[in-house]
């Protein structure tokens, strides 16, 4: 990862004043999506209203972090003033045992994180990302796709276009159906479906009414909007200025994720993290306690 020298860019945005001196930066035309600060965090955080890189990218680790939120970025607003090379392997990022971020988020889905479940029966997408060649690429050396998974209506985006290019079912629970017409499956009620041997839905609704969560394997849940994890405060969060259909539902669903175990919260919007199973369990119980206080 070689670094050119700095050079006059035409195409160069407003730099956010609040970034820190150097040639990583975020432009003002950051939508605040958070979706750069999830994937670096406390190397670009929040400051008047946007992300901006609070120091320079010191380390190789800190470097791919950068690089990672700038490929991510759904406004193409994570920049360098100088030419460098993007490393290989940004994305998909491996988050745990056959689950990978997949980056290139979606401005149509307010930078929503999307992701991959590689399983031999076929792999899975969990939400979607913008439809990108290097996305595509990614998917096809792995064999392709055989199902789409959507949380919910808000993190859809391209869904449609690699599902035709892979020919993949789509779900979506039939609250949201509106979202994804296309859909060639749609799940029902508030009971959990077991959708394959390794995979359940559970529908969580609150934020919208068709809010589902995925738990593969009884380790990885899959959150959508409902649940994630905040690296400020080290812990599980909801937030409820984001709840879009009602929040004494989205509660009592979050209450119901009480008796499934998982270790990985993988959120849509927001921070992911992995926890021994019953600490995870011990962080949601306490969640709810204040968020009901």
């Known amino acids: ?136 690429e990614a998917i096809a050396a792995w064999d392709g796709l055989s199902d789409i998974l959507l949380t919910h209506r808000d993190d859809v985006a391209d869904a449609d276009r690699y599902a035709q290019r892979f020919g993949a079912r789509v779900w979506i629970h039939e609250a949201d159906h509106g979202a994804a017409p296309y859909a060639s499956d749609l799940l029902r009620g508030h009971e959990p479906t077991r959708i394959a041997e390794d995979l359940v839905a559970i529908p969580l609704p609150g934020h919208t009414a068709g809010s589902v969560a995925y738990l593969f394997e009884e380790r990885c849940l899959f959150t959508g909007d409902s649940l994630a994890w905040d690296f400020a405060a080290d812990d599980l969060t909801a937030h409820r200025h984001v709840c879009w259909h009602s929040w004494p539902e989205q509660m009592a669903s979050l209450r119901r994720l009480l008796d499934h175990r998982f270790e990985w919260v993988l959120a849509g919007h927001g921070g992911s993290k992995g926890l021994p199973a019953t600490e995870m369990s011990r962080r949601l119980a306490a969640l709810l306690d204040r968020l009901e206080a």
């Open 1 to 136: 990862m070689g670094r050119a020298q700095t050079r006059y860019d035409p195409t160069m945005r407003e730099r956010h004043p609040a970034n820190a001196a150097g040639d990583w930066y975020v432009d003002r035309d950051c939508i605040n999506c958070k979706a750069a600060q999830t994937v670096a965090p406390g190397l670009i955080v929040e400051r008047q209203g946007q992300s901006v890189f609070a120091r320079q990218p010191q380390t190789p680790q800190e470097l791919l972090q950068a690089w990672r939120a700038r490929l991510l970025c759904p406004t193409a607003s994570v920049r360098s003033e100088a030419a460098l090379r993007a490393p290989e392997g940004a994305f998909p990022e491996p988050m745990t045992d056959g689950v990978h971020r997949l980056g290139f988020n979606a401005r149509s889905s307010w930078g929503a994180h999307s992701f991959l479940m590689r399983r031999a029966q076929g792999n899975i997408m969990i939400d979607a990302p913008r439809f990108a060649s290097q996305v595509v």
